[in-house]
């Protein structure tokens, strides 16, 4: 949430931050604004609303001359969406300007200490406590000031600094809020994101946490937090430019749901070695694997439920138990750690606010810490004790496709090659198992070919107000995040069930017409499914079945159905959530909306 850009260097400052905070727009924001160093003053200006109105009022950045400058994209916490609360903020001198991302914790007991100074606040912003600070502490040595600032602000914060004594030069710090810094022949960057940058750099570093960055048009220096200049290697980027932009989609959603093959082969391929699962690159060994008695996983959103389904499936195959937990709700539950438990922490990002504190909770009672993450040098990536990467690729949608696929297919590796550890299958089910697994990018792509019939039945439920999904086992986890899917990109209440607990109050709601989009793909609950979809037809309920190709006799029961290739039953998630994906698409679509950027919400939650 909330986006980051500024440049230094030889060109035109203003078009380049435009530039970048629109690679950024998928991360959410309600306003945005920009200020530039014009060679005698910081000149700024601030539009509530989509980038293209800051766009327009600029010139696309023609009216801000300058070759130094800082924008941003907010993402309201502190204060309603408004000129006056939007980034940057300035001083009453004019003389500092600041972006940031994150929460200042303690800006209350602050900003009290600070008008009994005398200084006047304008917005209702956190950030607005930073500048008045830096102008407290600011006498003549931005990194002196910088430093003070970060010794008494608690909370979260990745910045972005103009001073106007020093016009050659952009300042940023960061903790707890993704920064990283770019470089090239033309200037410098900072961005709260690679997209904003790619198409100018490949070279970046990673701002670690209570670190200053000080760029000029030639060169970038890093301090901590005391001031003491440290040393860092920039680190390559190896996307696609390509990979960032639409290639001829309408949405970067449904770009994404198309790559799903390839990121799902991508992921699973280099870890699959002459019949067996080759995990090396996670730096676990054989040993500690076997040494674990118990797993917790802990994520939030689209990865909780990608956990979910890890569940199931590590504890059916590699019979290990298995618990998943909320990572805004983990660690206030006080849990009880043991160090023969290893806790996953998924994100696509790596830099989830409640999955890095659950993170360091974990590893500082002294459990080992895995992440399944997308994003390399991510924090998360950064402070686990293990990574696995998900080579999906760069995902720009708010809502999540390829990112959660690929999430699910590394619980599968994981659930194979402890079960394989485990002796808890036989050899000839671990190599049906591979088999299927390897199919699984094939069988998807046969889905996303029948996409006209989802659209034909979504078609025909734009102006629908409530719908219910329900499933049993593997495939009520499939429902949680069909369901959230829909709910984050048409806006229409849904909810998932788990199928057994209709009888338990939920199907006091089932009227004439309600939709029911049941999921039946599990062969050893199909009976049981069936009987709860004969229960909420009874009751006046419109049912949509999502089964398996061998499963035709659902044409009796269902109103409409929609079939999947056959698999393995661990991996049916897998094939399951492309129809209903496409069906959340084509419901946005059609009512009208942004696909990409759904209201309120943001690709990555950076606060808690």
Not at 194 to 212: D, F, G, K, W
Request: with cysteine; net charge negative; hydrophobic share 40%.
């Amino acid at each position: 949430m909330c986006g980051i850009a500024g440049y230094i260097g030889k060109k035109q400052a203003a078009p380049i931050i435009l530039d970048g905070l629109s690679r950024l727009e998928y991360r959410g924001y309600d306003s945005a604004g920009i200020a530039v160093f014009d060679g005698e003053k910081i000149r700024m200006q601030k539009a509530t609303g989509r980038l293209r109105i800051l766009e327009e009022m600029t010139q696309h950045g023609a009216t801000l001359p300058g070759v130094a400058g800082i924008g941003h994209t907010r993402w309201a916490t502190h204060g309603s969406p408004s000129d006056v609360n939007a980034h940057p903020h300035m001083n009453e001198e004019n003389s500092i300007a600041v972006v940031h991302n994150g929460i200042i914790e303690n800006y209350a007991q602050l900003k009290q200490k600070l008008q009994q100074k005398g200084y006047k606040f304008a917005s209702e912003t956190d950030t607005e406590v930073l500048v008045h600070m830096l102008t407290e502490y600011y006498h003549g040595d931005p990194l002196e000031a910088i430093e003070k600032v970060m010794h008494r602000v608690e909370g979260s914060y990745a910045l972005g600094i103009l001073f106007l004594d020093h016009p050659h030069h952009i300042y940023a710090a960061r903790k707890d809020s993704p920064l990283i810094i770019g470089e090239s022949g033309e200037g410098r960057f900072i961005a709260s994101d690679v997209p904003a940058i790619l198409q100018y750099t490949r070279s970046v570093y990673y701002m670690e946490n209570e670190e200053i960055a000080c760029l000029s048009h030639a060169h970038t220096r890093f301090f901590n937090v005391d001031g003491e200049a440290i040393q860092k290697d920039p680190v390559t980027i190896d996307w696609d430019i390509h990979a960032a932009e639409k290639g001829g989609f309408e949405y970067f959603m449904l770009k994404e749901i198309y790559e799903q093959p390839r990121a799902i082969r991508d992921t699973i391929s280099p870890r699959i070695k002459n019949g067996a699962i080759d995990l090396s690159e996670i730096q676990i060994s054989d040993d500690e694997w076997k040494a674990f008695r118990k797993i917790t996983i802990v994520a939030c959103g689209s990865a909780y439920h990608s956990g979910v389904t890890g569940r199931y499936v590590l504890e059916d195959l590699a019979r290990i138990p298995t618990e998943v937990d909320l990572a805004s709700e983990y660690r206030y539950r006080n849990p009880i750690y043991d160090p023969d438990t290893l806790v996953i922490i998924v994100s696509q990002s790596g830099e989830t606010a409640d999955s890095l504190a659950a993170l360091r909770d974990a590893r500082s009672h002294g459990c080992k810490v895995l992440a399944i993450v997308n994003v390399v040098g991510s924090s998360i990536a950064r402070e686990a004790d293990a990574v696995f990467y998900t080579w999906a690729g760069p995902e720009i949608a708010v809502a999540t496709t390829k990112a959660y696929s690929c999430q699910i297919a590394a619980f599968y590796l994981l659930a194979l090659k402890l079960a394989s550890l485990r002796a808890a299958i036989t050899p000839e089910r671990f190599r049906t198992l591979l088999d299927a697994l390897v199919c699984l990018p094939g069988q998807i792509e046969g889905l996303l070919s029948q996409k006209e019939k989802i659209q034909f039945f979504a078609n025909h439920y734009l102006a629908t107000e409530h719908i219910f999904f329900i499933g049993r086992g593997i495939d009520y986890a499939l429902c949680l995040e069909a369901s959230l899917k829909l709910k984050e990109i048409s806006y229409i209440h849904s909810e998932a069930y788990a199928a057994g607990e209709l009888k338990h109050g939920t199907i006091s709601l089932m009227e004439n017409g309600t939709l029911v989009i049941a999921v039946a793909t599990q062969d050893s609950l199909y009976p049981k499914t069936v009987s709860n979809i004969v229960e909420v037809k009874s009751r006046g309920a419109f049912v949509m079945a999502l089964t398996t190709l061998q499963h035709q006799e659902m044409e009796k029961c269902a109103d409409y159905v929609l079939y999947i290739p056959e698999t393995e039953a661990p991996f049916m998630g897998s094939l399951a959530i492309i129809p209903l994906q496409l069906f959340a698409y084509y419901v946005s679509l059609g009512r009208g909306l942004d696909v990409d950027k759904p209201r309120n919400l943001a690709k990555s939650v950076t606060v808690e």
